[in-house]
């Protein structure tokens, strides 16, 4: 027994020490960090000004990080429901045995391989151009003058325009995970259900969504988890400074910790941290509800 | 339910660490996105990643005398290649190994200062006025004996010079290169063909050349998302001045009888409709490129890399003029205050081989290859003695020669970082004409609660 003590010591110590240094550390120093005033990120401790729940108290009094918050829920909401909508629907298709499979599949995933600065140049000086946009284009071929003219890059429409470009190259990652989920599922249950009588629906209603559950819950952990880092399209779609229609929590903190744009604006590492931890707070919420609201345990098959 | 226990915990950790990840290195999510300004613009496509180019012989850094360099370019900028070959030149003539590591907007912006208080060795290092002086202040050596004992006044720019000691303290520690100065860019041809024979110098000059050139069927002024905020500060700062400006936004001072002046001189450019009819919605750089530089709009407000951006476009039958910001009635500063500067070279106060490293900064910053870094990138010459600027930006030096008064990025309108996307916004909306001067200063205010 003693000797096997040691072997268990031996085995779990890299990984355990790894684990240590790389995540618990972080988290830790993140987590301390919330509760100073910081000037750069890696300042000595000394440096360091407690200011105590300070932090948090500004931003939750900076109307400016509220409208990041409202963003990202909205983000994470109406952008959650038009992809998992999207993703679930290409699937159920690419997965019913249509002929060119695979190259439907490749073509509903390409975005996901495209660089979003790629992407996000298309949408910004293509399709929503006002002079000479696919959208002002289409509109005005059918005769649409009122929505030929909308700016869709303005204040008014600026958000959709972004949540809709940044959900046109997610639905090809949470089809994947859908369409797998769907191949898991025998045919024998579809075969059986389809002898007994029942319609396509009904089988999507009563067989692929109940197994489908553990995958759901997959999706929009991912999903929770990239909205909560919506940063890159964010950047994209208001250059050099922010915008409070594409503003976003990690943006709000990047321009907390390197300073906004091209001013030198003042920094605060600390902030940033409370950011974070605000925002695994939230992680943690979504993932425990989902826990709840989607147990999967109850099936086998 | 220990399962469960587990479960949630590991979700925790896995969310905190990616929080603390992305605020340790914004940069390894790869911010990308164009930069509006060369010089200016901290979202370029680049890999926070050290994107290293080594000049070929490099030493391990800090043997032998030998330099390790950090640099805010890209290998591939017409900047990194001018400043390739002088570092390639320095190291033939002196022997001298240089560790030259083109790190890029973003990564040096994010990794500098890290790499720093790790204690890299780095000799040198070069980014914005500002941000080199303001926010990395603490770790440059005072060069006043280093420029002394070259003698390096003898040809720099007196009112560069002057600034670099203005942010650096009152001392010099830092040497600009790559000057740049921001005011109103003009179409040459659009001006002639609207009768307008001098370039405006006050508001209501402005008011009658936007009048011809709207006559003439051009559109007289654009802008981008970017840059927007530049012409309230301006307007403010010619008002006001740069600090009470600076006041205002920081102190969200909305009340102030200027903002509503400025707000006001706007609407009347917007109702007489003098801007585009998109720059509501010109997300940079739509407005420079796609209306600009296809000659369809006659005025931007921009920094002097502004024609190198665009020259591509623009072709090579596009005459440019420039003009300093104009004067306001009633308002306490003339069109010899702008924001102009540089990016400039430092030397970290740990090195052990400061003599060397501003050595190699003279060889970049002077004679020949100031002159090729000036033709590479189509921008103005930092050594007094290359007179010759590029034909391109040659309108740009009666207005860089008047300056006497230096704004901070935006005229400082930038400043209080919680406010820019606000004031962005809305000014946008205030020269699209969707909303009036009263709007615009309630939309203030409401954000300022």
Known sequence: MKRNKGMIIAFLAPAVSIFAIVFLYPIIRTIIMSFFKIDGITDPVSKWQFTGLANFIKLANTSLFRTSMWNLFRIWLIGGVIVMSLALLFAVIITSGIRLKSFFRAVIYLPNIVSAVALATMWLQYVYSPKFGLLKTVFSKLGLTALSKVQWLDNDHKFMALLLAYCFGMVGYHMLIFASGIERISSDYFEAATLDGADKLNQFRYITMPLLKGVFRTNITMWSVTSVGFFVWSQLFSTVTADTQTITPMVYMYMQIFGAGNSVTERNSGLGAAIGVLLSVCVVAIFWLCNHLLRDDDLEF | ?449
């Open chain 2, 1 to 449: 339910m220990k399962k469960k226990v587990m479960a949630i915990a590991l979700a925790s950790v896995m969310a905190a660490s990616l929080a603390a990840c992305g605020g340790g290195g914004g940069g390894s999510t790869t911010t990308a996105a164009a930069a509006p300004a060369e010089t200016k613009a901290e979202t370029t496509a680049a890999p926070a990643a050290d994107s290293k180019v080594d000049s070929g012989e490099a030493a391990p850094s800090g043997e032998g005398g030998s330099l390790v360099y950090w640099s805010m370019w890209e290998a591939t900028e017409p900047q990194g290649q001018a400043i390739q070959e002088a570092v390639d030149q320095f190291t033939a003539d002196t022997g001298i190994a240089v560790d030259l590591q083109f790190k890029g907007r973003t990564g040096i912006r994010e990794g500098l200062q890290p790499a720093l208080d790790a204690g890299t060795n780095i000799d040198l290092f070069d980014e914005d006025i500002d941000r080199v002086n303001t926010t990395w202040g603490q770790y440059l050596m005072d060069l006043e004996e280093l420029a002394k004992a070259e003698d390096y006044e003898a040809t720099a720019n007196a009112g560069l010079m002057a600034a670099c000691r203005e942010v650096g303290g009152g001392t010099l520690k830092s040497i600009p290169y790559q000057p740049n100065v921001f005011a109103f860019f003009y179409n040459q041809a659009i001006f002639d063909e609207a009768g307008i024979t001098e370039a405006p110098k006050t508001w209501a000059e402005l008011d009658a050349a936007c009048a011809k050139i709207k006559e003439a069927g051009y559109t007289p002024i654009t802008c981008d998302d970017a840059y927007i905020v530049c012409m309230f500060g301006y307007h403010m700062c010619r008002l006001v001045g740069e600090p009470k400006t600076e006041e205002i936004v920081k102190g969200g001072l909305w009340d102030e009888a200027a903002v509503m002046t400025t707000a006001e001189a706007y609407a009347d450019f917007a109702a007489k409709g003098y801007f585009s009819d998109t720059i509501a919605s010109n997300v940079w750089p739509a407005g420079q490129n796609q209306e600009l530089a296809m000659g369809t709009a006659a005025m931007y407000l921009n920094g002097s890399w502004l024609p190198n951006e665009v020259k591509d476009m623009a072709g090579d039958d596009f005459v440019w003029g420039c003009f300093s910001y104009p004067e306001v009635e009633g308002g306490t500063d003339g069109t010899d205050a702008a924001n102009y500067g540089a990016q400039v070279l430092a030397i970290n106060k740990d090195s052990k081989n400061a003599e060397n490293a501003f050595k190699l900064i003279c060889y970049i910053t002077k004679g020949e290859f100031d002159k090729r870094l000036s033709e590479l990138s189509i921008g103005i010459p930092a050594d007094s003695t290359n007179s010759e600027w590029p034909e391109l930006i040659a309108c740009v030096k009666p207005v860089m020669d008047s300056m006497n008064t230096r704004y901070p990025w935006a005229a400082g309108a930038e400043a209080n970082a919680d406010m820019t996307p606000i004031i962005k916004e809305n000014f946008l909306s205030l020269c699209g004409g969707s909303i009036d001067a009263q709007g615009f200063v309630d939309a203030l205010k409401k954000a300022g609660n």
